[in-house]
């Protein structure tokens, strides 16, 4: 499978752990986003890497949210001290370049 | 502030007939639209976009029609069958420069297409 994958697919965390998800982009993808849903509601923009370098951020993402992507090809977002609020699914996309985005299964997160 | 909207949560249609899902959006400097189909436990799929240099794009079963003025746009299934039913976003562009071509998603229509 060449699709975009993410791991975990499912987190179950207390409130105030620090979690840690995982995104491999399509291979040769120098674009990766990653976007947040709740219920009820489409994909919101969190974050964009084009290569390694992160180059645009929402005010969604706080202070307790972290990425990377070294190397340009795999990326990382960390959530620092959960909270309730932060529970949704996460989603990663990544793109040749052009318009398209091609997205991975999500990672659901559960705060308790 | 919601910038693309889609104003109906759900939609129900018989086998066979079309389905027409809308989407209204604010925002001029949108440039570029897309649909995405979205099933329960998996990532959106993309189905289909659209350039604002257009105003019609077909591909099989499906076409998006654009109305710029009216800063519209909608999704045509015909025929729709019982694999259509999904959640279907739409989504809007601004292309490249500073946006880096993020989206900016609808809240979904939920399609059921009953045999």
């Known amino acids: 499978d060449t699709g975009v994958s993410q791991d975990p697919r499912h987190k179950i965390t207390k409130r105030g752990q620090n979690v840690t998800f995982r995104c491999d982009p399509i291979s040769e993808h120098n674009r990766l986003y990653w976007y947040r849903q709740t219920l009820g509601q489409g994909p919101e923009f969190l974050t964009y890497?084009?290569?390694?370098?992160?180059?645009?951020k929402s005010r969604l993402l706080s202070d307790r949210f972290s990425a990377e992507r070294p190397k340009g090809s795999f990326s990382t977002l960390e959530i620092q001290r959960t909270e309730q609020g932060d529970s949704a699914m996460y989603l990663c996309?990544?793109?040749?370049?052009?318009?398209?985005?091609?997205f991975g299964p999500g990672t659901r997160l559960t705060v308790l | 502030d919601q910038q693309v909207k889609q104003n109906s949560p759900s939609l129900s249609v018989q086998e066979g007939r079309i389905s027409i899902l809308n989407c209204d959006y604010t925002n001029s400097m949108f440039d570029y639209f897309l649909w995405y189909k979205k099933y329960p436990a998996e990532g959106p799929t993309f189905l289909i976009s659209i350039s604002s240099i257009k105003d019609k794009n077909e591909d099989g079963r499906f076409t998006v029609f654009l109305n710029k003025s009216a800063k519209h746009l909608s999704l045509h299934i015909v025929p729709s069958q019982p694999g259509d039913s999904a959640v279907y976003f739409c989504?809007?562009?601004?292309?490249?420069?500073?946006?880096?071509?993020?989206?900016?998603f609808g809240q979904g229509t939920i399609l059921t297409v009953h045999p």
């Open positions: 989504a809007a562009s601004s292309g490249g420069g500073t946006s880096y071509g993020k989206l900016t």
């Open positions: 890497f084009q290569n390694e370098a992160q180059l645009e």
């Open positions: 996309a990544s793109s040749p370049g052009t318009d398209e985005q091609f």
